[in-house]
T-cell receptor, first 112, second 111 residues
Framework: DTAVSQTPKYLVTQMGNDKSIKCEQN?????MYWYKQDSKKFLKIMFS???????INETVPNRFSPKSPDKAHLNLHINSLELGDSAVYFC???????????FGPGTRLTVT | GENVEQHPSTLSVQEGDSAVIKCTYS??????FPWYKQELGKGPQLIID?????GEKKDQRIAVTLNKTAKHFSLHITETQPEDSAVYFC??????????FGTGTSLTVIP
C-alpha cells in the first residue's frame, strides 16, 4: 500500500565511501524528485526527473547522481561522501510537474 | 530564483485556539502554493494548496489565503488539537517547476 518507499531508512557510513539510496513509487506518477533536509529542517530540492528529463539544482555537487532504471524508480548515488552530506534525504513523486507531490518516509544519512 | 520566507519558526498555542503561519514569496510568476505537514520521523504530507487564481481555500479546520499583490499567503488552523503538532512548510512553485520551500514552522498545541 506504500505510495513512495525508500531504502534504507537509516544509513551510517564513513567519509569517502560511495552509497546509494533507493526510491520506488507505485502511484504511476511521471515525475520523481530528491530533496535534502538538513539539521535545521530546511528542505531543498536536489533533482527532478520527468520522462527522462533531468533537472538539476545547480547547487548540488556532482558527487550526487540520480539514476532511474524505470519510471517507478529514482535512486540516488553519492560518491566520496563528506561530513556535510549528513542529512535526511526524501524522495517524492507527482503525476506531473504541476501536481501534488507525495513524499517518501526519508533516509537519514550519517557520515562519520 | 524564488525566495520563500516563513514566520514564525516556532509557535505554541493552547488546544482549541487558532494558529496562523505566514509566508512571503519573491517571484510574482509563482502560481502554486502548497502547504505540507511533517510529523516526527515522517516525510512531508500535503494538507492544502492554493493556486494563484483563487484567494482563499478551506478544508474543514484548515484554510489558506493568498494575496497576490502583496505576495504573501497564510495557513490558518482553527480549533487546534494536539495531533496538529508538527512542522509545517509552505512552498511556492512556478507552473510546477521547482518547489521552493519555506524554512518551516514548528507548531506545538498544548493540551
Amino acid at each position: 500500500d506504500t505510495a513512495v518507499s525508500q531504502t534504507p531508512k537509516y544509513l551510517v557510513t564513513q567519509m569517502g565511501n560511495d552509497k546509494s539510496i533507493k526510491c520506488e513509487q507505485n502511484l504511476g506518477h511521471d515525475t520523481m524528485y530528491w530533496y535534502k533536509q538538513d539539521s535545521k529542517k530546511f528542505l531543498k530540492i536536489m533533482f527532478s526527473y520527468n520522462n527522462k528529463e533531468l533537472i538539476i539544482n545547480e547547487t548540488v555537487p556532482n558527487r550526487f547522481s540520480p539514476k532511474s532504471p524505470d519510471k517507478a524508480h529514482l535512486n540516488l548515488h553519492i560518491n566520496s561522501l563528506e561530513l556535510g552530506d549528513s542529512a535526511v534525504y526524501f524522495c517524492a513523486s507527482s503525476q506531473s510537474r504541476l501536481g501534488e507531490q507525495y513524499f517518501g518516509p526519508g533516509t537519514r544519512l550519517t557520515v562519520t | 530564483g524564488e525566495n520563500v520566507e516563513q514566520h514564525p519558526s516556532t509557535l505554541s498555542v493552547q488546544e482549541g485556539d487558532s494558529a496562523v503561519i505566514k509566508c512571503t514569496y519573491s517571484d510574482s510568476a509563482s502560481n502554486y502554493f502548497p502547504w505540507y505537514k511533517q510529523e516526527l520521523g515522517k516525510g512531508p504530507q500535503l494538507i492544502i494548496d492554493i493556486r494563484s487564481n483563487v484567494g482563499e481555500k478551506k478544508d474543514q479546520r484548515i484554510a489558506v489565503t493568498l494575496n497576490k499583490t502583496a505576495k504573501h499567503f497564510s495557513l490558518h488552523i482553527t480549533e487546534t488539537q494536539p495531533e496538529d503538532s508538527a512542522v509545517y512548510f509552505c512552498a511556492a512553485s512556478i507552473a510546477g517547476n521547482q518547489f521552493y520551500f519555506g524554512t518551516g514552522t514548528s507548531l506545538t498545541v498544548i493540551p
